[in-house]
């Protein structure tokens, strides 16, 4: 192409040539390339939201697969390639993880070299994977991305299920740094926004191969700014849409201590963790209207067994005001064994003072983190879980489940649970709010916590119900049914919010559906792939 020729003809040519430079890559440098373009791809999550970068890294990406194609072994390039990706995408983003080992240095730090890399690696089998069944339908143009997208993200369903399941930074969440670009998950969940997500990042690389000019290239980055601005400019209209009015009935009132981590769990700090708490949650609040005070998680261990303490709040808190505190439970069990259980104590003034009515227990625990798997093996082994709460860890709940504390019903949920979409509660007992407490002082000053605070915000826009958030350290928030963020306490703060509970919304088709939606649009995105496929293989 002459010197002369338009900038966006010099751009398309510049972009062909590095396109094919990175098509043809071998050995280490292929997997370096695989490794920096998920690096890349990372930066789009919490906190820094570099959203291009995310196009970058999938764009790389489909290149390496073409090149795989065109391989003599292209199965086990795309593997690579693959696997690659996913170690420098969850490296990136899931590198906090070893903070939790640090809390208690002396007996768990040797432990976070294990969590920095074998995580990461673990999880790139499932990137991998991806590709490799890609590589197996792969063909020139557009159909390669739609493939791709519905792959890549039916890939990060099974990620999100098998063993337990680790939905965590699935690509959809990229755009939920705000409400406006997270509009579309109430009809097809973040499973659905993960495809749409993952179709526009890799489109720049649809032109790419093709038998037509380099200025082909341009179609992809056109389709991606367009697909782009009509997701967004969908979600504008959604949250200009009519909602209904705040009834004013129901008061929040959410705590964050701001407790570190080794204070929290020392139970000679107990007493002073509670008066903590305890002064965030005094005042008054309008007489007419019921209020909800909302401790974090672990807020207060064993607190149905504390009679002085239940005696203190029924002095100290308004007669009007119900206590939501996370709290650990213990209760022997139907064989007489003693067993500890993460909680949710609902705790209303009664007419013999404050005492616990209720309660939910986590039923979705953190594996190695609240539980050991494999107890008598790894145990023998002299490893145990973070949690220092009976010796076999937490034990798990009944499931999912809908409270009532004298008025609007509630989903509880605790820290690690509200990652999981549309497990947050039974399927015909929808509430009018979700109530999550969490406690992310694990994890440090870190992209954890942020990356936290964006799945609950996905919740609520799936669920169309608000959400009232409370964080030991942050952050806490009050998020409307169409996830707006509207009063929050940063991270490593201590304070409280004030705020009306905000009003549910209809039913979402996502609520009434679940990932059916999902599904229908990876198996539509497939079907040409496959279909071209058969007719291919036919005599």
């Known amino acids: 192409m002459s010197k002369g020729g338009s900038p966006a003809a010099q751009f398309a040519n510049a972009f062909s040539q590095i396109a094919e430079r990175i098509k043809v890559v071998t050995g280490w440098r292929r997997s370096l390339v695989a490794f920096l373009a998920g690096l890349a791809a990372a930066l789009a999550l919490a906190p820094v939201y570099a959203l291009p970068l995310l196009a970058v890294g999938f764009s790389v990406l489909v290149i390496l697969i073409d090149g795989a194609h ?31 080992f640090f809390v208690q240095a002396e007996q768990f730090a040797w432990m976070a070299p294990f969590a920095v890399f074998g995580m990461p690696a673990f999880l790139a089998f499932f990137t991998g994977a991806a590709c490799i069944a890609s590589v197996n339908f792969w063909r020139p143009g557009w159909s390669r991305i739609f493939l791709f997208a519905a792959i890549w993200t039916l890939f990060e369903y099974a990620r999100g299920h098998v063993l337990t399941g680790l939905p965590w930074n699935l690509t959809g969440q990229a755009l939920a740094g705000s409400a406006l670009g997270a509009q579309t998950v109430a009809w097809y969940g973040v499973y659905g926004l993960s495809v ?15 038998s037509r000019p380099p200025r082909a290239a341009l179609a992809g980055f056109a389709a991606m700014l367009a697909g782009t ?35 929290k769990i020392d139970p000679s700090m107990w007493a002073r963790n509670f008066e903590r708490q305890l002064e965030l949650s005094k005042g008054a609040a309008p007489s007419d209207a019921r209020l909800f005070i909302v401790w974090p998680e672990n ?68 594996p190695f983190g609240e539980y050991l798997p494999l107890y008598g093996l790894l145990r023998a082994l002299g490893l145990a879980q973070l949690t220092p709460y009976g010796d076999a860890g937490f034990t798990p709940g009944k499931g999912p489940d809908v409270l009532n504390a004298g008025g609007p019903s509630f989903a509880p949920l605790i820290c690690y649970e509200v990652i999981f979409p549309g497990e947050l509660y039974p399927k015909d007992q929808r509430p009018e709010w979700l109530l999550t407490v969490t ?74 559906a679940g990932d059916w939606v999902f599904l229908l649009m990876a198996m539509a995105f497939l079907a040409p792939a496959v279909l071209a496929r058969a007719r291919s293989a036919r005599p």
Do not use: C
């Not at 969908?234 to 929040?252: C, F, I, K, Q, W």
């Not at 998020?479 to 009003?503: C, N, Q, T």
């Open 70 to 100: 065109h391989s003599k072994h292209p199965r086990r390039v795309a593997f690579v390639s693959g696997w690659f990706f996913g170690f420098g995408y969850f490296l990136a983003s899931i590198y906090w993880m070893a903070f939790s």
């Open 196 to 210: 749409v997500t993952t179709l526009l990042a890799a489109a720049p690389a649809a032109g790419f191969g093709v």
């Open 229 to 263: 601005a009509l997701l967004f400019a969908v979600g504008a209209v959604r949250l200009a849409l009519p909602e209904p009015a705040y009834s004013g009935e129901n008061y929040l009132r959410i705590v964050q201590p701001n407790i570190p981590q080794k204070d």
């Open 299 to 366: 807020g207060a261990p064993l607190l149905n067994e504390a009679t002085t303490a239940l005696s203190v709040l029924s002095q100290e808190l308004p007669k009007n005001a119900v206590l939501l505190a996370g709290a650990i439970r213990r209760a022997d069990d139907d064989e007489g064994v003693e067993r500890y259980y993460n909680s949710i104590a609902i705790i209303p003034e009664t007419p013999i003072g404050r005492r616990a009515v209720g309660h939910y227990d986590k039923h979705h625990l953190v």
């Open 439 to 512: 406690n992310d002082a694990w994890f440090g000053n870190t992209s954890g916590p942020r990356q936290h605070l964006d799945m609950a915000r996905l919740r609520s826009i799936e669920t169309g119900l608000p959400m009232a958030r409370s964080a030991n350290n942050g952050i806490s928030a009050v998020i409307d049914a169409k996830g707006r963020i509207l009063e929050k306490v940063g991270l490593y703060k201590g304070g409280r919010i004030e705020a009306v509970l905000p009003p549910a919304l209809s039913r979402t088709l996502y609520d009434r």
